[in-house]
């Protein structure tokens, strides 16, 4: 089993911005791709970022793409998602997800744990 806890939510103004961290424990990561999704209230979840195994390859949505950036660091069992220029539309509960493979799909099908979830929220 696999253990992921998000950290690193918050109230935030529209503007500025929150880094969220995503900590695994149990097995290990194994070559596996780490994604972030969000959902808003009364809204179906939606893929935010992806990352490669490596770190090399990453993928985004295209509502986040210039001012989110996910990272991670493999040897602390960490991933990350540094969240810039936030905009009230960025509002949601936030899950770090372990993929079930290299790829960095954007379906949520396609990752096996998911963690659960940190709020953020984008005041106006």
């Known amino acids: 089993q696999v253990q992921l806890v998000e950290s690193g939510g918050g109230l935030v103004q529209a503007g500025g911005s929150l880094r969220l961290s995503c900590a695994a424990s149990?097995?290990?990561?194994?070559?596996?791709?780490m994604g972030w999704f969000r959902q808003a209230a009364g809204k179906e979840r939606e893929f935010v970022a992806a990352?490669?195994?490596?770190?090399?390859?990453?993928r985004y949505a295209d509502s986040v793409k210039g001012r989110f950036t996910i990272s991670r660091d493999n040897a602390k069992n960490t991933v990350y998602l540094q969240m810039n220029s936030l905009k009230p539309e960025d509002t949601a509960v936030y899950y770090c997800?372990?993929?079930?493979?290299?790829?960095?799909?954007?379906?949520?099908?396609?990752?096996?744990?998911w963690g659960q979830g940190t709020q953020v929220t984008v005041s106006s």
């Open positions: 149990g097995r290990t990561f194994g070559n596996r791709a």
């Open positions: 997800a372990l993929g079930g493979s290299i790829y960095t799909h954007i379906q949520g099908d396609e990752y096996d744990y």
């Open positions: 990352v490669s195994w490596s770190g090399v390859n990453t």
